[in-house]
């Protein structure tokens, strides 16, 4: 599961584990690190649709005990989104006002040690100059925004003769891990589903 997981979702999985491995007479670690093992079992498939269930209502339960800091992610999200939208447009204006390519690209391989990174959580006049001189020198503009609970979080790398990152900051709280772990979680669930439904 090391491979899988990250470290704050595999604590979760063994949580989670010590009720599952009896409701389901197979833990959600052994499913997931020995899926092979457990393909040809029958009603597998069922297994693991109640296996990502179970772990959804863990999460909604353990949400409901940080609630404080849920409406504090669903803010910052708020927040994160706007600024994300105002830079997209200004990005937008600039390469285009500077004929720089912006790209979608799937991955770019970077040396992460070469490039300065700014985390940007408010936006400004200043904020605004400093994309618009990181446009004029980019070679392009890759674009690695991505959605989170439906609201937009910013992230561009501009490639020029030295690369910058620009991030939208959203503050990490314990919602925000337990909202990371689902998705994560979802996704192994829903692959697994999808190797033993052959």
């Known amino acids: 599961m090391a491979e899988i997981l990250s470290d704050y979702t595999q604590s979760l999985v063994k949580d989670m584990d010590k009720e599952a491995g009896t409701r389901f007479s197979l833990s959600i670690s052994e499913a997931i690190n020995n899926l092979d093992k457990y393909a040809t ?16 209502k863990y999460i909604d339960n353990a949400l409901g005990s940080v609630s404080k800091e849920a409406k504090d992610m669903e803010d910052d999200l708020s927040r ?7 830079l997209t447009q200004n990005i937008s204006m600039q390469a285009k006002q500077h ?7 799937f991955n770019v391989a970077r040396d992460i040690s070469k490039e300065e990174t700014i985390e940007i959580d408010s936006i400004d006049d200043q904020t605004i100059k ?3 001189r990181l446009a004029l020198r980019s070679d392009m503009i890759a674009d690695f925004s991505y959605k989170f609970k439906e609201k937009a979080v910013g992230s561009w790398l501009f490639s020029g003769a030295k690369n910058y990152v620009v991030n939208v900051h959203v503050p ?4 925000m891990n337990l909202e990371l772990a689902r998705e994560e979680l979802n996704g192994v669930f829903d692959a697994a589903s999808h190797y033993v439904s052959g």
Do not use: F, W
């Not at 994160?80 to 105002?86: E, K, L, M, V």
């Not at 004929?99 to 690209?105: A, D, L, S, T």
């Not at 990490?172 to 919602?175: L, R």
């Open 41 to 56: 079992r029958p009603n597998i498939g069922v297994t693991i649709s109640n296996m990502k269930e179970y772990a959804n």
């Open 80 to 86: 994160a989104d706007s600024i994300t939208r105002q």
């Open 130 to 132: 400093l994309m618009e």
């Open 172 to 175: 990490q709280n314990e919602a």
């Open 99 to 105: 004929e720089v390519p912006i790209i979608k690209p």
